[in-house]
């Protein structure tokens, strides 16, 4: 009787809690997550080397890796491919689409890293990683992770949004509305007792109702 493979399921990461450290090999020499402590990264896994979907979402990310770096945040790529295919497509995508990709590309044979962040997803491929993204901040902390099926590509303006968001929250202490954008208003915590409710409509915010107040940063 032939035996079924039995492929490990994906531990799921948590946000709000460390990134799940890992030591890897990358086409650009050896990491670890680490490496990376006081810079925000930006972790991105694809479902294969020279494909069509990926290679597009490569070149955005190369495309927007300046504005990345300028957040204090780094870029790292990763699928389970080897690191000899990885070096090729990065090669092939400067020859045929004149782009350089800068950053690492994880070689995760052994699906080790994608397997502690959950990259692995049977319904949608037993070996392939699915298009996930997570976003780690200056303190090694999970902040954001978002999952894309394998058949359609990332909006990459979204994370350096996303990033750029998560970084004027943590500094000024508030939340951003829907669609924000750096010089938009910023909404303020609601208040927490029916006292500062009522102090709330006379302050200097810019409020609609008690809970619902905003200000510029």
């Known amino acids: ?30 990491r670890k997550l680490s490496d990376y402590k006081g810079k925000w990264v930006v972790l991105f896994s694809h479902p294969a080397d020279f494909t069509p979907v990926c290679t597009t979402e490569f070149m955005a990310f190369a495309k927007h890796a300046e504005e990345f770096r300028k957040l204090n945040c780094e870029l790292l790529g990763l699928s389970i491919d080897s690191n000899y295919a990885h070096l090729a497509w990065v090669r092939n995508i400067k020859e045929k689409f004149g782009v350089e990709i800068p950053f690492p590309i994880i070689e995760d044979l052994s699906m080790k890293v994608a397997n502690a962040y959950g990259m692995i997803q049977p319904g949608a491929s037993d070996t392939s990683a699915v298009r996930a993204t997570f976003i780690i901040d200056d303190k090694g902390v999970l902040r954001a992770m978002v999952y894309y099926p394998m058949s359609n590509g990332r909006s990459i303006p979204e994370f350096v949004r996303l990033v750029k968001a998560l970084q004027v929250s943590d500094a000024n202490g508030v939340a951003t509305p829907e669609g924000w954008q750096p010089g938009d208003k ?8 029916a006292e500062e409710a009522e ?13 619902f107040c905003k200000k510029a940063v």
């Open 1 to 30: 009787m032939e035996q079924e493979t039995v492929i490990p399921q994906s531990a799921m990461p948590r946000l709000n809690e460390p990134a799940p450290d890992f030591e890897a090999n990358t086409s650009q020499g050896p």
């Open 199 to 211: 102090k709330r409509m006379e302050s200097e915010y810019e409020c609609t109702d008690w809970y």
């Open 186 to 193: 910023v909404i303020v915590p609601p208040p927490a007792t």
